[in-house]
């Protein structure tokens, strides 16, 4: 088979589904602005995900026998490096998310190397993997990432927005591609709920059933037109108790789907990879 993007799935399914989880914890605060580490209040607003989160996170995943894929920065595989091992005990993916969820948007090509290749030790060291998925922090993408990650063995991205299937992304040196799984901000966690004063948000927090109404909608829609639903949230914003019931409302839809794949963001790689896909190739516009 050939084509753009990957629209057949596997198990006689018509869409695809897949849990995300960026376990950011304090590196989202001090990747930016370090002098919050003496902020004790925003610290603790931060460790909540791993403390107490992942733990909760954990147990709903297993009582619904659902496998996720855990982005996890390697400062916090070094910070909690026993948490980061009950994730790949509990059966689950874990993928790099940078070192200290480091920007993209202004690093240099050595700065970005650098960051990739401090995660890969990381999570080598502490998880035992070497991981194959790849997220970047805030979700920004240089044009030369993709060559960069293919160079390190990785499979696949998810940072882009520009398609509702996953597709091979042209690393412009060669024939050489990885696999995009698209995200969008619309089904993340973050603008639902982030909020720490002088840091993230502008106060506004919404309701669980709000996040929920609007993931329900998406993942209707996009199992209907053939797609792939990607949800991302993180534990120290949907770990807590009420959105976390909200997170589970949403896993308990996808599995009643009769017709909804749902695997972990490796598999859906390694799945659209065995299509034979054309890569596409994506130009920086001119100015």
Same mark, same amino acid.
């Given at each position: 088979?050939?084509?753009?993007? =990957?629209?057949?799935?596997?198990?006689?399914?018509?869409?695809?589904?897949?849990? =995300?989880?960026?376990?950011?914890?304090?590196?989202?605060?001090?990747?930016?602005? @370090?002098?919050?580490?003496?902020?004790?209040?925003?610290?603790?607003?931060?460790?909540?995900?791993?403390?107490?989160?992942?733990?909760?996170?954990?147990?709903?995943?297993?009582?619904?026998?659902?496998?996720?894929?855990?982005?996890?920065?390697?400062?916090?595989?070094?910070?909690?490096?026993?948490?980061?091992?009950?994730?790949?005990?509990?059966?689950?993916?874990?993928?790099?998310? /940078?070192?200290?969820?480091? @920007?993209?948007?202004? *690093?240099?090509?050595?700065?970005?190397?650098?960051?990739?290749?401090?995660?890969?030790?990381?999570?080598?060291?502490?998880?035992?993997?070497?991981?194959?998925?790849?997220? *970047?922090?805030?979700?920004?993408?240089?044009?030369?990432?993709?060559?960069?990650?293919?160079?390190?063995?990785?499979?696949?991205?998810?940072?882009?927005?520009?398609?509702?299937?996953?597709?091979?992304?042209?690393?412009?040196?060669?024939?050489?591609?990885?696999?995009?799984?698209?995200?969008?901000?619309?089904?993340?966690?973050?603008?639902?709920? =982030?909020?720490?004063?002088?840091?993230? /948000?502008?106060?506004?927090?919404?309701? @669980? *059933?709000?996040?929920?109404?609007?993931?329900?909608?998406?993942?209707?829609?996009? *199992?209907?037109?053939?797609? =792939?639903?990607?949800?991302?949230?993180?534990?120290?914003?949907?770990?807590?108790?009420?959105?976390?019931?909200?997170?589970?409302?949403?896993?308990?839809?996808?599995?009643?789907?009769?017709?909804?794949?749902?695997?972990?963001?490796?598999?859906?790689?390694?799945?659209?990879?065995?299509? /034979?896909?054309? @890569?596409?190739?994506?130009?920086?516009?001119?100015?």
């Amino acid at each position: 088979m050939s084509g753009s993007y =990957c629209t057949v799935w596997p198990e006689g399914a018509s869409a695809a589904a897949a849990f =995300c989880f960026d376990l950011d914890a304090e590196s989202a605060v001090l990747s930016f602005a @370090p002098q919050a580490a003496s902020r004790m209040s925003v610290m603790s607003h931060q460790s909540y995900g791993p403390v107490t989160g992942v733990p909760r996170l954990l147990d709903m995943l297993e009582k619904h026998e659902v496998a996720a894929t855990f982005f996890v920065p390697g400062y916090t595989a070094h910070r909690y490096p026993d948490v980061v091992r009950a994730i790949v005990a509990g059966g689950h993916e874990i993928a790099h998310h /940078g070192y200290l969820h480091e @920007p993209l948007g202004d *690093a240099d090509e050595a700065s970005e190397i650098r960051y990739l290749e401090r995660g890969i030790e990381a999570l080598q060291e502490v998880a035992g993997i070497t991981p194959v998925g790849y997220r *970047a922090p805030m979700w920004e993408l240089n044009y030369r990432s993709a060559a960069l990650l293919h160079e390190r063995g990785f499979l696949y991205d998810s940072s882009l927005m520009d398609a509702d299937n996953p597709y091979e992304l042209a690393t412009g040196r060669g024939d050489d591609s990885i696999v995009e799984i698209p995200i969008h901000w619309a089904l993340d966690d973050w603008e639902q709920y =982030c909020f720490v004063p002088e840091l993230f /948000g502008n106060g506004i927090i919404e309701s @669980p *059933a709000k996040a929920r109404e609007m993931w329900s909608l998406e993942l209707a829609a996009t *199992a209907s037109a053939g797609g =792939c639903f990607v949800l991302t949230a993180h534990p120290f914003l949907s770990g807590r108790p009420s959105r976390a019931a909200a997170l589970e409302l949403i896993v308990e839809e996808a599995l009643a789907a009769p017709d909804v794949w749902i695997a972990t963001m490796g598999e859906i790689a390694r799945h659209t990879r065995s299509q /034979g896909l054309t @890569p596409r190739v994506l130009t920086q516009p001119e100015v």
